[in-house]
């Protein structure tokens, strides 16, 4: 066979390859691998824009491509799957528990009125966490604005699908401050 033929082999056996079986709607049909916020939960077969899929779903192995084999895996391993994200909900849960018992401290420059010459915001609060051995992210940390005077605040911390701890923040004036008045 001449090398003409054998690459247009090639490619039109690639390009089959790289279809993807479009849903009802137009988009492309995925079954979840994990869950997605704002998409579905593990297991569920969407619909996408194509885009979305091949530029982030699939790349980052959240989803697949819905073939029957791969819904009758999931059918066939749903209780495992279930099992499974019902354990790390309750380590979620403990988390929240523990953030919710917990209260941080956090010292900032201020001045005699209270006033923060900066601010406290997210990346201070996830790092005070941090320092009490509690991971979470700074985009975790929900705040209505940033911190901006001495006081005790109760933030939000989202950790996941409807599970919110409420932790105790105190801001205080840092030590240096402290020595200079007395």
């Known amino acids: 066979m001449p090398k003409t033929q054998q690459a247009k082999k090639k490619r039109s056996a690639g390009a089959r390859a790289k279809r993807i079986a479009r849903g009802p709607h137009g988009g492309v049909e995925l079954l979840l691998i994990q869950s997605v ?11 996408v824009k194509s885009g979305y899929a ?9 989803a697949t491509v819905a073939t ?15 099992a499974i994200e ?9 988390m929240a528990a523990s953030i919710g018992n917990l209260s941080v401290t956090i010292e900032a420059n201020a001045n005699d009125e209270g006033h923060l010459y900066g601010s406290v915001g997210p990346a ?9 051995d ?15 005077e001495l006081g005790l605040y109760t933030v939000q911390v989202h950790l996941g699908s409807e599970i919110d701890a409420d932790l105790k923040v105190w801001v205080v004036p840092s030590v240096a401050d402290e020595k200079k008045e007395d």
Request: net charge positive.
């Open 68 to 82: 029957d084999h791969h819904r009758r895996m999931v059918e066939k391993h749903r209780a495992k799957l279930v």
């Open 86 to 94: 019902e354990k790390r909900r309750s380590g979620l849960r403990a």
């Open 134 to 148: 509690i991971t979470v992210t700074e985009d975790q940390v929900r705040l209505e604005g940033p911190l901006k």
């Open 37 to 47: 916020d704002q998409l579905g939960s593990q297991g569920d077969v969407v619909e």
């Open 124 to 132: 201070e609060i996830s790092a005070a966490l941090k320092r009490s």
């Open 54 to 62: 091949t530029n982030y779903l699939l790349p980052q192995g959240l």
